[in-house]
């Protein structure tokens, strides 16, 4: 069930003159350090959440659909499905969005086959979904405490830049984990 970053977000959700006001960093010797904490900190907030907090574009990779029906999207939030193919016997399609309908207001978003869904190969990957997820183009469209989050995560490791340090688990700050934790799985 692999996904696979298509279109990565236009800004990140917390901008290096934010990161550098909340580390008290005045002059820009250190922009280039400070930009990859931040860019790290926002990876291991989404990846621990499961959430997208700025507007990209993912694909969602099954090797069958479910079952029960509902394909589930492990990413959140996702905004919109832009295309749904199909690998089927007969070769690859982009299956009509008649055939199947999505739940995009749940956690997770849900994918149901309708009547008319085509009939999958065997195989890996015979199904890939591309979606568009995030809670919005602009960093303040992030919600307000994973943001604070992040800014604490940067702040952690610019400080214990040799991965030292009193820290909760896996080398998050105790009440960066508590926001983090706060959102796993959360529906909104």
Do not use: D, N
């Given at each position: 069930m692999p996904l696979s970053l298509v279109v990565p977000p236009a800004a990140p959700p917390v901008t290096l003159e934010q990161a550098r006001a909340h580390l008290k960093v005045d002059g820009t010797e250190e922009d280039a350090l400070i930009t990859d904490l931040v860019q790290a900190a926002t990876r291991r907030v989404e990846f621990e959440c499961s959430l997208a907090l700025i507007t990209q574009q993912w694909r969602y990779f099954r090797d069958c659909w479910p079952r029960?029906?509902?394909l589930e999207i492990p990413i959140h939030p996702v905004r919109s499905v832009i295309s749904v193919k199909a690998l089927t016997p007969s070769?690859?399609?982009?299956v009509d969005p008649a055939y199947y309908e999505a739940d995009l207001a749940s956690r997770?978003?849900?994918?149901?086959?309708?009547?008319?869904?085509?009939p999958l190969a065997e195989g890996f990957n015979v199904?890939?979904?591309?979606?568009?997820?995030?809670?919005g183009d602009a960093p303040d469209d992030a919600p307000a405490d994973l943001r604070q989050a992040i800014l604490m995560l940067t702040?952690?490791?610019?400080e214990n830049r040799e991965g030292h340090g009193a820290a909760d688990s896996g080398g998050i700050p105790a009440e960066a984990a508590r926001i983090i934790g706060s959102w796993r799985g959360r529906g909104l």
């Open positions: 029960s029906g509902v070769g690859l399609i982009t997770p978003a849900r994918l149901r086959a309708r009547p008319g869904f085509p199904v890939e979904v591309l979606l568009e997820a995030g809670f702040a952690f490791w610019f």
